[in-house]
């Protein structure tokens, strides 16, 4: 990129900033801030996890062997989770190998996606039940 550039348009419409010290001392300090705030909400969101004692109850329609017609996703279970927790849950941080399709009790890990060791926060029992049909 030519200096004239950067000078004429980049630095005089803010859309860059000159590489002096005092630039580079200010966004280690605005990302340790950042980072603080991640930590905060990890935190958050253990002692959260740890309070809450019920499963997770999802009703849905199934046939005799326990086979849902559908499926239910990280998304759904984020939802719930969320309103249980009344804390965002985004449905990344739920590790779900694959969507629930049987009846049954499960255990999921909820993780961070973007900490690199993937280490569990917490987890969140799942109770997936058959809807009771209307004779």
Avoid: C
């Avoid at 000078?7 to 001392?25: D, G, H, S, V, Y």
Wanted: aromatic fraction near 8%; charged fraction near 35%.
């Amino acid at each position: 990129m030519a200096n004239g550039y950067a000078r004429n348009f980049l630095i005089r419409f803010k859309k860059a900033l000159k590489a002096i010290p005092a630039t580079e001392e200010y966004y280690k300090n605005k990302r340790e801030k950042h980072l603080d705030i991640i930590r905060a909400s990890k935190d958050e969101i253990k002692t959260k996890l740890n309070t809450l004692k019920e499963s997770l109850v999802f009703k849905s329609k199934a046939n005799e062997e326990g086979t849902l017609f559908g499926s239910i996703d990280a998304q759904e279970i984020s939802t719930l989770l969320s309103e249980k927790l009344s804390f965002n849950i985004e449905p990344d941080w739920i590790n779900l190998k694959e969507n629930i399709k049987t009846i049954g009790e499960y255990e999921l890990d909820i993780i961070d996606p973007h900490d690199k060791e993937k280490e569990s926060l917490g987890k969140v029992k799942v109770e997936v039940l058959s809807e009771e049909k209307d004779i």
